[in-house]
């Protein structure tokens, strides 16, 4: 973040006139969110919501990473993107949108994937990251490199009616639990099936993306309970959230 903003235009003050008159966000609040830097790694139907909520509250940098195509199969629950932009990269078609949302929010883009090469790039400058992929190897990969960067985490994962939502913040605040810490084996793909084999309600990945914007508000703000090393489980078809607390696992490979 800098401090280069000391005040809100005429145009800011009227766009985000109703988190404003909220006693935990305020003009101080809001100029914070405006010079905060936020990477999505996954702009599908976790990160457009998360993306959306997030440029709509004011954000003023967003980074979305992704290297995946619109398909016709994605349209019932990545409302980011629309018909015309099937064949497109995400991270194209989520910039449009965005920008039509709120053009004074900042959208770089990275049509790619994330790997050990390029993510303590893309994540140094970053205040928050938001874990919107759809993959366990990626999901460890973002753990281990915001641990070691000091960089808060939101992860969110849904499949069929079931979601949860976590904060992760291991490289920050010692012995909470990392990512690894709560999941300590990656499956194999035999144990962990997709929603494209096991299938998803649309509006699941819209509870759960706007949470992880809800959350990540909350940690560039500095209020409210945060999700530090629990994880909030989502059960749409019984109408039930839940939330636990995690352990910090004293030999995790990544946390310890």
């Not at 973002?142 to 960067?149: D, E, V």
């Not at 309600?201 to 940690?219: F, R």
């Amino acid at each position: 973040m800098n401090n280069q903003m000391l005040t809100l235009t005429s145009e800011q003050t009227q766009r985000y006139s109703r988190q404003l008159i909220l006693p935990e966000v305020g003009e101080a609040g809001q100029l914070r969110l405006l010079q905060s830097s936020v990477v999505i790694v996954g702009a599908g139907g976790l990160g457009g919501p998360a993306a959306l909520f997030l440029a709509g509250c004011g954000v003023g940098r967003l980074v979305l990473v992704d290297g995946d195509r619109i398909h016709l199969s994605n349209l019932g629950r990545q409302i980011i993107h629309q018909t015309e932009a099937i064949g497109q990269a995400k991270v194209a078609s989520a910039a449009r949108t965005l920008h039509g949302f709120n053009p004074h929010v900042r959208v770089e883009t990275v049509d790619g994937w994330i790997d050990e090469e390029n993510a303590d790039a893309l994540f140094s400058d970053a205040d928050v990251v938001v874990d919107a992929s759809d993959n366990f190897a990626t999901r460890y990969l973002i753990n281990a490199t915001c641990h070691r960067l000091g960089k808060p985490l939101v992860t969110g994962a849904v499949l069929g009616f079931e979601g949860q939502v976590s904060v992760i913040r291991s490289g920050i605040h010692p012995r909470t639990p990392c990512y690894q810490c709560l999941y300590p084996h990656i499956p194999s793909p035999d144990e962990a099936p997709t929603c494209m084999t096991a299938g998803v309600l649309g509006p699941l990945v819209g509870v759960v993306g706007t949470l992880q914007a809800c959350e990540t508000i909350k940690i560039l703000l500095n209020i409210g309970h945060v999700l530090d090393g629990e994880v909030l489980l989502i059960n749409l078809l019984e109408g039930i959230f839940q939330r636990i607390r995690g352990r910090h696992n004293p030999e995790c490979a990544i946390c310890a």
